[in-house]
């Protein structure tokens, strides 16, 4: 242990003599390499070797070619001088290379702008061509020549627009959202152990949800019976509805098609197990089941739709919903209270529904 000690004293007061003649400048080249390599050997620790990428290269490269030779020899580096040497030549002449290609022959490459707002042109309207794009920037008075228009959709792979035509799932609800509404049964279990099921309908535009009712058997008699109720609703209501999305459930009986077609309303199927294409009806099931059926106790049908019948009040006319722009579907949002005189003399009153299970905000009079 003495002679080990004994043995560090002599080498780092040698060491300390290396350094007298140095000037500062070495000696600070020669601590950022050291550092820089500590920082490699901890970023492959486990790697099984030592590797330097391109920027380390460059870096100790560029950091240790000023200093002499004879230094570069003294120094304690994972490779070896001339390595590092050969690292420097390699970084000048891939400078030199670059400098002394030639420019680029030919018009200048489109602006950025033009070529971001022809990529958005393309992938708002599927059916426009590249003719047809470059008609509509000459109206936005942006002159460029057609030809331009088709490299800019052929460099970042745009198909031509008969091949981009067919329209997504997603696309015909976004389009199709003001008359459209979806429908699907969920079910649940009293506090008894019997299983009822409910019919339920959602509108895509306003969110607005109604509940067709519930019942242990749905039969087909009862299901075409809330398909009538359904359409005398939406006749009171004033509401034009076009299509109605539902999965391929067996408790739809023909009828119940027949009845809608009969209103002028044509029934869209979803894929096989593809809940996603009848997503906002399923959200809305999961909201209900998270708000208000895992946090009470179902006595029987009449408490389940008295229940019901309480969280469509509070969906319809108090909840916020994010895919409205947080509205409510029959309450539009009131004026932004801007005064700081109203803001500072809030007076909120609490409105409680089923016991407290749903908490209803509103301003006291």
Not at 229 to 246: A, S
Request: charged share 25%; hydrophobic share 45%.
């Amino acid at each position: 242990m003495l002679l080990r000690l004994a043995y560090l004293g002599v080498t780092n007061a040698l060491a300390l003599l290396r350094l007298l003649p140095m000037s500062d400048r070495d000696k600070d080249a020669e601590i950022l390499a050291l550092r820089h390599q500590i920082m490699v050997l901890e970023r492959q620790l486990g790697g099984g070797g030592v590797r330097f990428n391109p920027a380390d290269r460059a870096w100790l490269a560029a950091l240790l070619h000023p200093l002499p030779r004879t230094l570069l020899h003294q120094l304690r580096l994972l490779v070896r001088p001339e390595t590092v040497l050969h690292w420097n030549r390699e970084l000048i002449a891939r400078r030199h290379a670059r400098q002394s290609q030639p420019r680029r022959a030919g018009r200048p490459r489109t602006v950025r702008s033009i070529r971001t707002l022809v990529l958005r042109l393309a992938r708002e309207n599927s059916g426009w061509g590249y003719r047809r794009i470059h008609g509509e920037l000459l109206v936005l008075g942006v002159k460029v020549a057609a030809s331009t228009v088709w490299e800019i959709l052929h460099d970042v792979g745009v198909d031509p627009a008969p091949e981009r035509t067919n329209s997504t799932w997603a696309t015909f609800l976004r389009s199709q959202a003001q008359g459209l509404i979806a429908a699907d049964f969920f079910e649940t279990v009293t506090l008894t152990g019997a299983r009822l099921y409910v019919l339920a309908v959602i509108e895509h535009a306003t969110r607005r949800v109604r509940i067709l009712g519930a019942t242990p058997h749905p039969n087909a008699a009862w299901v075409t019976q809330t398909a009538r109720n359904l359409f005398m609703d939406l006749e009171d209501t004033g509401c034009q509805v076009k299509y109605l999305i539902r999965d391929r459930d067996g408790k739809y009986p023909a009828l119940f098609d027949t009845i809608l077609a009969g209103a002028g309303i044509e029934v869209m199927l979803t894929g096989v197990r593809m809940p996603r294409m009848n997503s906002i009806m399923e959200r809305w099931i999961q909201s209900c089941r998270h708000e208000l059926l895992d946090r009470m106790l179902i006595w029987n049908q009449a408490h389940l739709l008295y229940a019901l019948r309480e969280y469509e009040h509070h969906h319809n006319q108090h909840r916020p919903h994010r895919g409205i722009a947080n509205a409510r579907p029959l309450r539009a949002l009131p004026d932004p209270m801007t005064e700081q005189a109203d803001l500072a003399r809030l007076r909120i009153r609490r409105h409680d529904r089923l016991g407290g299970i749903l908490h209803e905000y509103e301003h006291a009079a």
